[in-house]
């Protein structure tokens, strides 16, 4: 099992989208206990990718939106760092 690691930062993102986006509380919650258990579970759909300023995995929580992650090899931990649409993780539409 990973553990996942809520930075401070990550922690205001997500209360402000889940403000915006409360119907998607559900969805957000199962993704991360599917995370927890196996972030390599098909329906996450984790991909690497790279930005001009973050280079990292991605995971679903639908197809609109997704949520932004390192691995931390040692302990088998992820840090969660980013939660939104396309354009707040990869930076385009």
Not at 20 to 27: A, S
Not at 58 to 63: R, W
Request: glycine share 8%; aromatic share 14%; no cysteine.
């Amino acid at each position: 099992m990973f553990k996942l690691i809520f930075p401070y930062s990550y922690e205001e993102k997500v209360r402000k989208f889940l403000r915006k986006h409360p119907e998607l509380t559900g969805q957000y919650g199962k993704t991360l206990q599917l995370l927890e258990i196996n972030p390599f579970h098909p329906s996450l759909r984790l991909h690497q990718f790279k930005t001009g300023s973050f280079e990292g995995y991605s995971v679903s929580i639908n197809m609109s939106y997704r949520i932004s992650l390192e691995f931390l090899i040692s302990g088998k931990e992820i840090l969660l760092v980013n939660i939104g649409d396309h354009q707040d993780i990869y930076g385009k539409k």
